[in-house]
């Protein structure tokens, strides 16, 4: 066959063309019952080429002044087409080559077909099950597109802190994770397509009075989304307040982000499974008669930590690498900073799941029972003599008056009787009155002193900063409501975390003071 007419084509389009003469005849397919003897098919293929051709070449004779109208003029467009064209005379051309050979291949002896051997050309089969083709879906496929969280509330009068802040308490992680340039929300019954990003306060603003004259019909739900949270720098600490929920830092969970292998998966749980059951077996339910119903690990140092499946499998996987296993996994492994001395009797300690922070904290002992015995009696006031000790003798008859409009004040029974009021004689004077009882402790029930707050603070060494802000709350000594007073007021008024938990102690001072009677002493002296 004579190529130098095909110059048009290149020498890759040729050596394409002749590797598989029918690549380029998608709509003619071989079938699979084709037999490469049979040469019926090709002759159809031909025939019905060039019956194509010939309606199309009738037509442009008839039509040609209307096809005129639609001719494409444009020369890229000519050349391809040219080019295309040619490729498909070429490989017409080829095929009756392919055809010429295999038939002087039937007439030639048997010995001599080695030498005209033509090359074999690979054989397209039709098929029509196109699912068999697919490839199996990946571990991106498998990952969810979106992970739901929440829902949540929040108020058309909520600022905009106050509305991140509820955002990552749904997440949950800190604030400062959120990733606020990517945020958008999607009214619930708006219509589709109509995504709106959040945008920052200027933003938030928008928001508010979209839905702020909404009613129920309208809708007055939405849909945020946002790519993942940032993870936290680990140096990041929480002050201790005695709070499990408040110490511990939120964490948003990135394994469901995550789709492991499968093989991988398998191999792990075959490593582990020994390891795991021996972790058990040696840590059982129970184990720790402070936290009964669950598995407990305790160091040297007396801290505690719950073992979960979720710690069992870190410290397995923290062995496993320790004692250089063959596998080591993949996820684990690049956690592990360190896992020198990991066994069976120490964990991975320097790892985040057992961190400071997530240590289990004893239950608080129940405050023993305080009984309260009867109240002294009053030590009797010997008699002075009245020609030395007249001042002396005026100042006891003041303290005890004194004493009974304590008595008056607490609604209690005075066993003293009232100072007789006789004129002072210069000779001394037997004490007749009955002996006499201090005041009893005000217990619950009782009204508590009236004590100032300006003596409160001077008596306690209060702060004046905290002074003021005792002021801005109209905290009154020995009010109990303070210790159930929500973080948003104290922290408006101006405490912090640290000089609230003073206060607190303070408060609880005062009123084991007030209990002990040391207030209607301290009373009587400032009096």
Partial sequence: ???????????????????????????????????????????????????????????????????????????????????????????????????????????????????????????????????????????????????????????????????????????????????????????????????????????????????????????????????????????????????????????????????PDTVTSMLFDAKNAPILARLHETYPVSNNPLYPDMAVYTSTDRLSWELNDMRFTVWASHIVSHINFLYQPILIAKR?????????????????????????????????????????????????????MTHERLMDLMLLNVIQQQQQHFSMPVNVPPAPLTSISKAPTANTSAPSSVPSLPGKGIKPVCVALSTFCKYYRVLDKNKECFETLEYVPGNCAIEKLPRDEWSVAGFTTLSWSDVISTHCQFLNNVKSGVWVKGTMELL
């Avoid at 009214?187 to 589709?192: L, V």
Wanted: negative net charge; aromatic residues 6%.
């Fill in 1 to 259: 066959m004579d190529i130098s007419e095909y110059h048009d084509l290149s020498q890759d389009d040729i050596d394409e063309i002749d590797a598989d003469p029918l690549a380029n005849d998608d709509e003619f397919l071989l079938p699979e019952e084709f037999d490469e003897n049979d040469e019926e098919d090709l002759k159809k293929l031909d025939g019905t080429v060039g019956l194509t051709q010939q309606l199309i070449n009738e037509v442009a004779a008839e039509k040609g002044h209307l096809l005129m109208k639609w001719k494409c003029k444009d020369p890229k467009v000519l050349k391809a087409d040219e080019k295309k064209r040619k490729a498909q005379e070429y490989q017409h051309d080829r095929r009756a080559q392919i055809k010429a050979q295999k038939a002087a291949l039937k007439a030639t002896p048997s010995q001599d077909r080695d030498k005209l051997d033509p090359a074999p050309t690979p054989k397209r089969l039709k098929t029509t099950d196109r699912s068999s083709s697919k490839p199996p879906p990946t571990d991106k496929q498998l990952t969810p597109d979106f992970l739901q969280r929440g829902p949540f509330e929040f108020k058309t009068t909520d600022t905009y802190d106050h509305f991140l802040n509820l955002l990552a308490q749904a997440l949950p992680c800190i604030p400062s994770q959120l990733p606020l340039p990517t945020i958008i929300y999607r009214p619930q019954k708006g219509p589709a397509g109509c995504d709106l990003p959040l945008g920052g306060p200027i933003g938030y603003g928008a928001l508010i009075k979209e839905f702020k004259h909404h009613n129920k019909k309208q809708g007055l739900t939405m849909i945020l989304m946002m790519d993942p949270p940032s993870k936290a720098p680990e140096e990041l600490v929480f002050w201790e307040t005695g709070d499990i929920e408040t110490d511990q830092a939120p964490s948003f969970d990135y394994s469901a982000l995550e789709v």
């Fill in 336 to 388: 592990a900073q360190n896992t020198c001395g990991v066994d069976y009797e120490k964990p991975p300690l320097n790892t985040i799941t057992f961190d400071f922070t997530k240590r289990l904290r004893p239950p608080k002992p129940a405050p023993p029972l305080q009984l309260y015995s009867r109240p002294l009696p009053l030590p009797l006031l010997e008699p002075k003599d009245s020609t030395t």
